[in-house]
């Protein structure tokens, strides 16, 4: 049996829905926090328990009888995420799982100056002590950030942020088919894999220029400092542990921590990733 957490949210159903086209309902479980907004999977005949990363106890219980678990990293950063993915790689290692696979990141790295960064890297070598054979699918960057990054300059004609790097900007579905190959065909991915990314790494300067041309009107570039950028985001109520992750993420790119172009990707789909242009197009035009 595979079980995949955080099946209600956009990667973790995502990977569900294409599991089911390869696998018998019967042989897939998920483990989420409410059970009753997975209504529908269980109707199509996938196990549905409920499991939280804050009680393992509830981890076990939804990972009992699986042969594989996929951990999909949760949405926060600090100790307390690097703990509870802990605790979801041993409930998997108590069930029984023969392997262990984990959203990890193409970021991960226990000095990134973005903090999740550093948490990946710091659940990679828990899954690496753990005894499991695993797979850290290493994720490139979430095209739908791009997009956040850009959603105040559709309405404004400004992207106003500091100074970036080039991003490897990735499609969650396309990682989603990833995740969906590792489950399911073991042998093509193992342990910490290359970065999983699109075919070329864009900054912000060049996602506007897209943006511009795709929607017929400019949409200009600015750059501000982290400072500034921190106090602008405050005034407008933003938590400032929020600010600060996201002035992190910028200090981070201008490292080029996210620049990395890998044909991985390309290699295990078979086909070429969608492009950050073809994503943009496809959103820009709902």
Known sequence: MIIVTGANGQL???????????????RLGVSVRDPEQASALAQRGVRVRRGTFEDPASLRHAFEGASHVLIVSIDRAGEDAVRQHGGAIEAARAAGARRVLYTSHMGSNPASRFA?????AATEALLQRSGVAFTSLRNGFYA????????????????VAPEDGPVSWTEHGDLADAAVIALTDEARLEGLTPPLTASAA????EIAAIASELLGRSITRETVSDRAFRADMVSHGVPEH?????????A??????????????ERLLGRAPMSMRRYLAARLSR
């Open 12 to 26: 973790g159903r995502a990977i569900t829905e294409k599991l089911l086209q390869r696998v018998p309902a019967a």
């Open 116 to 120: 999740p960064m550093r948490d990946h």
């Open 144 to 159: 739908a950030s791009g997009l956040m990054l850009l959603e105040r300059a559709l309405e404004t004609g400004k992207l």
């Open 202 to 205: 864009l900054d912000l300067a």
């Open 242 to 250: 929020r600010a600060d992750l996201l002035v992190g993420l910028f």
């Open 252 to 265: 981070a790119s201008r490292e080029r921590e996210f620049a990395a172009v890998d044909p991985a990707l």
